[in-house]
């Protein structure tokens, strides 16, 4: 159950009217590591929770704050709007500055959404479902959210450097740190569980059934050999389970693979063309 309050979590109120950042902005509210992306991969993820207990808690706990963050940002874009140019744009452009607002603003703030926020990115894109990540595994769930969470953070400093409105400013300073605190978060939670379960996902399936000649192997299959010079490519294994190993000139493991010709009916080229010889009589009917 959810219970929504009217107060917003921080402020989001600009020092004046900015059409063009509103659609700048849209990108950490809809974009693919914005606000509703990781509402939802955080709400879906508890909810996939088999049980009670501290990590779905941390999950709702975070999730419904990112929810706080979605109606801060729509807040934040509603005000960046007020006043937008929306009437005869063809007078309004003759003022300079109001033809550069109208050549860089979103058109569908002003026509689809009413001068609100909306569902989308930067450039218009909707958002989708595809963005979020929700597998059931934890380990590999909170791996994700540090990642999303550091991608959100990296672009609201990218916007945090783009503007000179103190409003905006601090809003974003506000989910900026909240970002530190979410990667601080997932780090924590995934260290704990790497200690239980060791680092590789799944810690379920057993090591045996795996190809172990090849578990901690690093194959060279690029110019060069800087990568050799790397801790992955020789000691121990993160996951001491072996000895990781640098091949310079890999070789193949199998054979050319050689298919069977298609069936006639499947009208493929046939394989005497390939080979360079002529094309065959057609079959009679």
């Keep these: 159950m959810f219970y929504h309050i009217k107060e917003l979590q921080y402020r989001a109120k600009p020092d004046r009217p900015d059409p063009l950042f509103a659609k700048q902005l849209q990108e950490v509210l809809g974009g693919q590591f914005g606000e509703i992306s990781v509402a939802l991969q955080y709400l879906f993820q508890g909810w996939s929770v088999r049980g009670n207990g501290k990590y779905k808690d941390l999950l709702m706990d975070t999730g419904a704050e990112e929810l706080a963050h979605i109606e801060m940002l729509a807040t934040m874009i509603a005000r960046l709007l007020d006043g937008a140019p929306v009437g005869d744009l063809e ?10 607002i109208l050549g860089g603003m979103n058109p569908q703030h002003a026509i689809v959404s009413g001068l609100g926020a909306m569902p989308a990115d930067s450039v218009g894109n909707r ?4 963005y979020i990540i929700a597998s059931g595994n934890l380990l590999a769930d909170f791996r994700a959210n540090l990642n999303a969470e550091s991608q959100g953070r990296l672009q609201a400093v990218r916007l945090y450097e783009a503007t000179s409105d103190r409003g905006v400013k601090d ?3 506000w989910l900026i740190a909240r970002d530190t605190m979410h990667q601080n978060q997932w780090l924590a939670a995934i260290k704990e569980l790497e200690e239980k379960e ?6 379920t399936f057993p090591r045996n059934l795996e190809k172990r000649e090849v578990s901690h192997v690093l194959f060279n299959f690029s110019a060069g050999n800087e990568s050799a010079a790397g801790r992955w490519a020789s000691g121990s294994s993160m996951d001491g389970e072996g000895e990781f190993k640098f091949v310079e000139n890999p070789l193949p493991f199998a054979k050319k693979p050689v298919l069977k ?20 009589p057609p079959n009679k009917a």
């Design 198 to 203: 060791n680092i590789v996902v799944p810690s």
């Design 171 to 173: 809003m974003l300073s």
């Design 91 to 100: 007078d309004a452009a003759k003022d300079p500055v109001i033809g550069a």
């Design 261 to 280: 010709p298609a069936p006639a009916y499947i009208h493929d080229t046939p394989i005497s063309v390939i080979k360079g010889g002529p094309v065959p």
């Design 127 to 130: 958002w989708t479902a595809d």
